[in-house]
């Protein structure tokens, strides 16, 4: 992909691809640490996959790749790992998640002076990348609001002095198009301009969403040579339309043996069963955000949802009304920063491999349908008072 006809966001992803393979390569200069910033999922795991490829042997990746969290690891022990050489494997990455406990309370100088010793003599044969997610980068980096625009100055100020800060924007509508259009051609498919943008449209620029439809349209469509109008209704919007939504209404009316079947459903419906389910997990956050800006910003038609939530960050249209019906349901701010809360610590517990992600799902569904004890959702609302 050509950095001069794609957006800041892809833009940012090729630059930093073309960078691992060259390092890997030896013909280019990796630096110790990067930072890859934006909230914008699908350009995250592109930067991750890169690294992975670029530098974890299969053979190897339990002794060389490492998954922290900030949230229950200290910056102190993810600088020992760094610090100290596997007597496994030649070279360390190390991925660090939750970056936003550096900044959220107190001046954290011992942190960022432990920081800027290590930095000062970095070991060669480790890299450090640090997920910041919690700032938001919009298309029109202009258009960056005063919080997000405050947070992405102090991740530069900081981490970004050592560390290669990559600009994860939020990827545009005509970007998505391309997109789909450049994965078809690759796929020896020609994807028709109505069906690419009906897709876009119908998944609100949601590139998780659309990455995921754009495989099952090649399967649908191979041989055919293109993929139509009527393949994408046929196996997009209805889809959609059944699964997810269907899901969240469960949830919202606290009907946890629907809830429970529907996502039995979803994974069995999946060609990836239960590795899926980072998808599902992922798509599930999402659609708890929108309806709390929902509830929020007081929605109660379609006609202002559009300007209740940003560009990349809508449903697909048919969905709107069902959404809005869903939040409603939640009497409190209180009850939907618990499901959030809920949803966080099951990515945590999913993204450490447990023996059965199936029963991590499950589990978590069963309690998000369930009623909520007000204690519990105290708690979890001051947990995510940072959120603003």
Request: hydrophobic fraction near 45%; include cysteine.
């Amino acid at each position: 992909m050509s950095g001069a006809r794609w957006g800041a966001g892809f833009s940012a992803v090729s630059r930093f691809v073309a960078e691992m393979d060259a390092a890997a390569a030896g013909t280019g200069k990796l630096r110790p640490g990067y930072v890859l910033a934006g909230d914008e999922i699908f350009l995250l795991d592109r930067c991750r996959a890169a690294v992975v490829k670029a530098f974890v042997p299969p053979e190897l990746k339990d002794f060389c790749l490492s998954e922290l969290d900030l949230s229950g690891t200290s910056i102190f022990e993810v600088l020992d790992r760094a610090q100290t050489p596997s007597l496994m494997a030649p070279f360390q990455v190390i991925f660090v998640r939750n970056v936003r406990q550096l900044y959220m309370r107190g001046a954290k100088k011992e942190e960022f002076a432990a920081l800027e010793r290590y930095f000062r003599s970095p070991n060669p044969q480790a890299l450090l990348v640090f997920v910041a997610d919690f700032v938001r980068i919009p298309t029109d980096t202009r258009r960056m609001d005063m919080d997000d625009r405050s947070r992405f100055e102090r991740l530069t100020e900081t981490l970004g002095v050592h560390c290669g800060m990559v600009e994860l924007a939020r990827v545009s509508e005509e970007d998505a198009m391309r997109w789909v259009a450049a994965t078809a051609q690759e796929a020896g498919s020609r994807m028709e301009p109505d069906a690419a943008r009906e897709l876009v449209d119908a998944l609100g620029a949601d590139m998780m969403l659309i990455a995921s439809e754009m495989e099952k349209l090649l399967l649908y469509t191979l041989g055919k040579g293109r993929i139509t109008l009527g393949d994408v209704e046929t196996m997009v919007l209805s889809a959609k339309q059944r699964s997810l939504y269907e899901l969240t209404d469960a949830i919202s009316s606290h009907n946890r043996a629907r809830a429970l079947a529907l996502l039995t459903g979803l994974l069995n419906s999946s060609d990836a069963g239960e590795d899926a389910a980072i998808g599902h997990l992922y798509m599930l956050a999402r659609t708890f955000r929108q309806m709390l800006v929902i509830l929020e910003k007081n929605v109660r038609d379609s006609r202002a949802i559009w300007q209740a939530l940003w560009q990349g960050f809508r449903m697909p249209p048919f969905a709107a009304d069902d959404l809005i019906r869903q939040a409603r349901r939640y009497k409190s701010r209180r009850e939907l920063t618990r499901a959030l809360r809920l949803i966080a610590r099951t990515d945590l517990e999913l993204r450490s491999s447990p023996p059965d992600k199936r029963l991590v799902l499950e589990r978590l569904v069963y309690e998000l349908a369930s009623e909520p004890k007000p204690a519990a959702t105290a708690w979890a609302s001051e947990q995510l008072s940072f959120e603003g």
